[in-house]
C-alpha cells in the first residue's frame, strides 16, 4: 500500500474581501491547477468583530459552488431568490451558483469566528445549471468516534458512512478531522483524486518518516498514495480534509465569476450591466 506523500505546502496571505472582511487567503487562482476542481480557499479566525462585520455585501456569482463550514460563529446571509437564514456553530451552507446568483453574507458579532469558505469549481457543462441552496445544520453532519480521534463527515463517505450531503456536480469528500495529542488516523484513499488538507489548529505528520511537524493555517497538498497516514503531535491537530476528481477543464476567472473562457466572462459581465444576469 502506497502511503501518500506531501506534493506541496501552502501558507496563503492575509488579505481584505467583500466590504473589508480580514481573512487568509489559502488557495487562489495561482494554485487552481494544482488544486484542481478546488478553486479558492479562505479561512478566517478571529475574537475581534470589527475584523469581519462588514462582511460581504450584495455581489454575483456565476460558475462555482460556495462551501462555507463555521465551527463557531454566526453569518446571516440572504440572495436575490428568496433564501435566507443564519450559519451558526457547527453549520455549513453549500451554494451552488450556477446560471447566476447575488446574495450577501454578513458575519455577525461572535465570541470567536472560526472557519472556511471553500469555492468549487462546476464542470463545464454544469456552469449554468440552476441556482440552489443547501442549509446543514450541526445535527446532520455524522460524527464518528474512534481511537483519539473525532471525524465529521459534511459530503462524501467515511468508512461506507455517508456525509450530509454527496455533492450534485463534483462529488466533494469534505471531513473535519480533530486528534488528541499523539493520535494516530489513516484514511484509504481513492485514486484520481485530488485530495488536500487544511490545518485549523495545532500540528501534525503527514509522512509516516517525517519528523518535521507542519503547523495550523496552512494547506497541504497530497500526491496521489492509497493511504492518508497522519499523526497528531503533542499539541493535538484540527484539520479540515478536501478530495475531488480534477476537472481538467479551461478556466477563465473574472472575480465572482469562474468560466471557461474570456467570451463567457464578458457575456456574464454585460448581463450583470444589463440587470439580466439573474435566469
Same mark, same amino acid.
Request: aromatic share 8%.
Given at each position: 500500500m502506497k502511503t501518500m506523500t506531501i506534493r506541496k505546502v501552502v501558507t496563503g $496571505?492575509?488579505?481584505?474581501? !467583500? +466590504?473589508g472582511v480580514k481573512l487568509v487567503r489559502v488557495i487562489s487562482a495561482p494554485d487552481v491547477k494544482e488544486f484542481d476542481p478546488f478553486l479558492m480557499l479562505d479561512a478566517f479566525d478571529s475574537y475581534d468583530s470589527s475584523d469581519y @462585520?462588514? !462582511?460581504?455585501?450584495?455581489?454575483p456569482h456565476r460558475g462555482i459552488e460556495t462551501v @462555507?463550514? %463555521?465551527i463557531s460563529g454566526n453569518i446571516e446571509h440572504m440572495? =436575490? *431568490? !428568496? &433564501?435566507?437564514? &443564519?450559519? %451558526?456553530?457547527?453549520?455549513? #451552507?453549500?451554494? @451552488?451558483? !450556477? $446560471?447566476? *446568483? %447575488?446574495? #450577501?453574507e454578513m458575519p455577525l458579532p461572535s465570541e470567536r469566528m472560526l472557519g472556511i469558505q471553500l469555492w468549487l469549481n462546476l464542470p463545464q457543462k454544469n456552469k449554468m445549471a440552476t441556482p440552489k441552496y443547501r442549509d446543514i445544520k450541526a445535527n446532520m453532519i455524522p460524527k464518528i468516534?474512534?481511537?483519539?480521534? $473525532?471525524i465529521k463527515i459534511i459530503s462524501g463517505d467515511y468508512k461506507g458512512n455517508l456525509g450530509a450531503v454527496q455533492g450534485e456536480y463534483v462529488k466533494m469528500q469534505f471531513l473535519d478531522v480533530d486528534m488528541k495529542p499523539g493520535a494516530q488516523w489513516k484514511l484509504q484513499t481513492i485514486k484520481d483524486k485530488n485530495l488536500f488538507i487544511y490545518i485549523v489548529d495545532g500540528e501534525g505528520l503527514f509522512e509516516e518518516s517525517d519528523d518535521n511537524p507542519i503547523s495550523s493555517k496552512r494547506a497541504v497538498l497530497f500526491n496521489d498514495g492509497d493511504e492518508l497516514s497522519v499523526r497528531a503531535t503533542g499539541k493535538g491537530l484540527r484539520f479540515f480534509l478536501f478530495a475531488g476528481v480534477e476537472l481538467n477543464e479551461p478556466i477563465a476567472w473574472g472575480g465572482? *465569476?469562474?468560466? =471557461? @473562457?474570456?467570451?463567457? %466572462?464578458?457575456? +456574464?459581465f454585460k448581463e450583470i450591466d444589463d440587470g439580466t444576469f439573474v435566469k
Open positions: $496571505s492575509a488579505q481584505y474581501d !467583500g +466590504a @462585520t462588514k !462582511g460581504f455585501p450584495w455581489h @462555507t463550514y %463555521l440572495d =436575490n *431568490i !428568496g &433564501n435566507k437564514g &443564519n450559519i %451558526l456553530d457547527g453549520c455549513c #451552507q453549500w451554494m @451552488t451558483a !450556477g $446560471s447566476g *446568483i %447575488l446574495h #450577501q468516534e474512534e481511537d483519539g480521534c $473525532s465572482p *465569476i469562474v468560466m =471557461n @473562457t474570456q467570451e463567457e %466572462l464578458k457575456v +456574464a
